[in-house]
């Protein structure tokens, strides 16, 4: 890397110093054809050559999205989009950025392959919460990726289905990540990483990118591990199935189209970016509609199918969740029950299991059962995590189980919400607004540390980046369910699977298998 010029297979990048000079950061590299007139719900496209050197000292637009921190009251503008009015949004966006502390390209760093969250609608790779920099200065290549969001990176439509029978359908984003992986292997050598030391990482949407990823037969020996934080999808009675079948997709899609008056693929194609993304919104109301949909190609069932038969990367995996998210999850979600005639009816869903489910529980009033939806018991999140794990073990898989409940300052009293373990397992404290201390910092470069020795050797375990030991962290056992604790300091949890959870996990399993 003479001068921090890197020959990838389109041309040549020049890299800039990061604020951290032991860092090189090339921002805004293609590695695929700008998606857009009559590639737009198309697979992505070889991306064409250039001449010269092309400079990556800025990073793109963001994918196209309702425009990031447009409301300045959301709690989301303040946390991780305080510039989020300054960014350009672009339906060009198939771009990723590369980190790396590398002076050569033999040195065969492990690399860290991050894909961001927001809902399948939203985000972008480099929003605040995220240090890259200051991440690979601890000895790792951190790729962060765009990719294609909402009703231009999920939609499924019969009139896409036939006009490209043999691509993936409904799946555009997930192939632009799946473009992006496949360019790590044949590009990132040259920026000092190991194509053969890939981890994939994601939170909460990127969280069930990475589970479609790692159960898709078109990512096979792609990747050496995967980090899951806050987003996996298993499938408790019946609420959690997020890969939807593609018919059902496909009709969403003639829905949107026949209410926006749209006719054909031509038309739909000529509509600018903008008026597209507001569909959304505007004809199926606020929520996440498009998401990836089991289309037969990249992806072929349910990811909790895939888990239940094997059919998924043999790799080891770091997996949680918050524990401020998972009941506030719940709390959103609504209550399946809040009262005892609703309970009687609720426990209809363990079938010929609903009376031993009923004395387990031990409701006899409204507000007992009020009291049994909150308790850990019934938390999807927990249970999710815990069962993934048994599965897991129950294959000779790895699997480090965390529960991230870290106190967070701040006048808003947010606890542990959906998201909040970014800003320290990615070391980005001193870019947040709260009035993060000491006990934090020391924290976060616990946690960081964790996360970076997991993509280097597929265990958290060693030293922080100071040299110190960290504490133990064991892997996830169906006889010794360790789960890592993250509150002032990491400690396995004592949160334990009461009778009540594992009542709802056997009764899962069987019911799957």
């Not at 010029?5 to 293609?30: C, M, S, W």
């Not at 498009?290 to 992806?299: A, K, R, S």
């Not at 794990?389 to 606890?415: H, K, M, S």
């Not at 001193?430 to 616990?446: E, M, S, V």
Request: aromatic letters at 12%; proline letters at 6%; hydrophobic letters at 40%.
């Amino acid at each position: 890397m003479e001068n921090f010029i890197v020959k990838t297979e389109n041309g040549l990048v020049q890299g800039v110093h990061g604020y951290d000079p032991r860092v090189v950061a090339f921002k805004g590299i293609p590695y695929a054809a700008p998606p857009v007139g009559k590639l737009r719900w198309r697979v992505p496209q070889p991306c064409e050559n250039w001449e010269g050197i092309r400079m990556a000292d800025k990073y793109p637009a963001v994918a196209g999205q309702e425009q990031p921190g447009i409301d300045p009251n959301s709690f989301w503008t303040k946390e991780m989009h305080p510039a989020g009015t300054e960014l350009k949004v672009s339906e060009d966006c198939l771009y990723l950025n590369v980190f790396t502390p590398a002076r050569k390209a033999d040195e065969k760093l492990p690399v860290l392959f991050y894909i961001h969250g927001g809902g399948y609608r939203g985000g972008y790779p480099h929003e605040v919460e995220f240090d890259w920099e200051h991440m690979a200065a601890k000895g790792v290549v951190v790729v962060a990726i765009a990719y294609r969001l909402g009703i231009l990176g999920f939609l499924a439509n019969p009139m896409l289905s036939a006009e490209a029978p043999e691509e993936a359908k409904g799946n555009y984003g997930l192939m632009d990540q799946l473009a992006a992986l496949k360019w790590v292997q044949r590009n990132i050598a040259a920026f000092g990483g190991d194509p053969s030391k890939v981890t994939i990482a994601g939170q909460s949407a990127g969280a069930m990118s990475v589970q479609n990823l790692i159960t898709s037969p078109l990512a096979k020996g792609l990747m050496a591990g995967a980090i899951i934080e806050s987003g996996l999808t298993i499938n408790f009675e019946d609420r959690m199935k997020r890969n939807h079948p593609l018919a059902e997709g496909e009709a969403l899609g003639a829905e949107i189209f026949e209410k926006a008056g749209i006719h054909s693929l031509e038309e739909a194609r000529a509509l600018p970016m903008e008026e597209v993304v507001m569909l959304e919104d505007k004809y199926l109301g606020p929520g996440i509609h498009f998401e990836p949909v089991i289309d037969g190609i990249v992806i072929k069932e349910n990811n909790f199918d895939a888990y239940i038969h094997g059919n998924y990367e043999k790799i080891p995996v770091l997996v949680g969740h918050t524990s401020g998210e998972a009941a506030s999850f719940a709390r959103a979600f609504g209550s399946p029950a809040k009262t005892l005639a609703e309970f009687e009816e609720y426990a209809k869903v363990y079938g010929d299991k609903a009376e031993e489910f009923k004395s387990l529980c031990k409701v006899s009033s409204d507000a007992d059962v009020e009291e049994l939806m909150t308790s850990f018991s019934m938390l999807d999140m927990p249970a999710g995590v815990r069962l993934f794990g048994e599965l897991q073990d129950a294959q000779g898989r790895t699997t480090y189980v965390y529960d991230f409940n870290a106190d967070i300052p701040g006048e808003d009293n947010a606890g542990s919400y959906h998201g909040s373990e970014l800003w320290f397992a990615y070391d980005a404290l001193a870019r947040c607004w709260r009035p993060f201390t000491g006990k934090h910092y020391d924290l976060a470069r616990q946690v960081s540390s964790y996360w970076i020795n997991f993509v280097k050797t597929g265990d958290p375990n060693g030293c922080d980046n100071f040299g110190n030991p960290l504490p133990r962290w064991e892997a996830f056992k169906k006889g010794d369910a360790f789960v890592m604790e993250f509150q002032d300091t990491p400690a396995r949890s004592e949160k334990k699977i009461d009778p009540i959870m594992r009542f709802r996990i056997d009764y899962t399993l069987a019911k799957a298998k």
